[in-house]
């Protein structure tokens, strides 16, 4: 494990959501998988939507401000969160698979298309969201990370489905 990019050539970014109720474990899981098959390095991200870059370093680390206005004291350098870093590495680390941590600020879909478009990445994993009011407010108003990829951007999209409905249940967005 590293947290800086690793030398290797091939590279798969996956979009990591850090949220109390729903641990990206899935996500992980077949994200290991998928580079284990490829021969790739992940790059794992997380982006913070409530900021945007103003600049990004050599070492990819990412400079932002608040969206608010009314917070914009002084810039921050996104950090990956300590514990949720420590649980990520506790699902990567026993498979071998070389990786790295990058924290972002900004649209997620744009973010993450910036980073693999840089890397030269094969593709783009992110897994689908929990279902829940919250979540359907959410992507009615912001849409879908999977769907904008997939339509703003040419690198494969692998989605994980993280809470699949059975055949003939509704559809999350599907009135309840």
Not at 45 to 64: I, K, L, W
Not at 83 to 103: E, K
Not at 125 to 142: C, L, M, N, P, S
Request: aromatic share 6%; proline share 6%; glycine share 4%.
């Amino acid at each position: 494990m590293t947290d800086t990019p690793a030398s290797r050539h091939s590279s798969l970014v996956v979009g990591l959501v850090k949220d109390k109720d729903q641990r990206p474990d899935d996500v992980i899981r077949q994200a290991i998988v998928f580079a284990q098959k490829f021969d790739a390095e992940l790059v794992i991200a997380t982006v913070d939507p409530t900021h945007y870059e103003v600049r990004r370093n050599p070492d990819g680390s990412v400079v932002a401000w608040d969206i608010d206005p009314d917070l914009q004291d002084e810039e921050v350098t996104e950090q990956f969160d300590a514990s949720f870093a420590a649980h990520v590495r506790s699902l990567l680390d026993p498979s071998g698979v070389s990786y790295s941590l990058r924290a972002l600020a900004g649209e997620p879909a744009h973010e993450l298309a910036k980073v693999a478009h840089e890397l030269d990445s094969e593709a783009i994993i992110v897994g689908t969201r929990k279902q829940g009011i919250r979540t359907t407010a959410h992507e009615f108003f912001t849409g879908s990370v999977a769907v904008h990829l997939a339509h703003r951007q040419h690198r494969p999209v692998i989605v994980i489905p993280l809470n699949p409905v059975a055949h003939g249940e509704k559809l999350p967005w599907e009135d309840h």
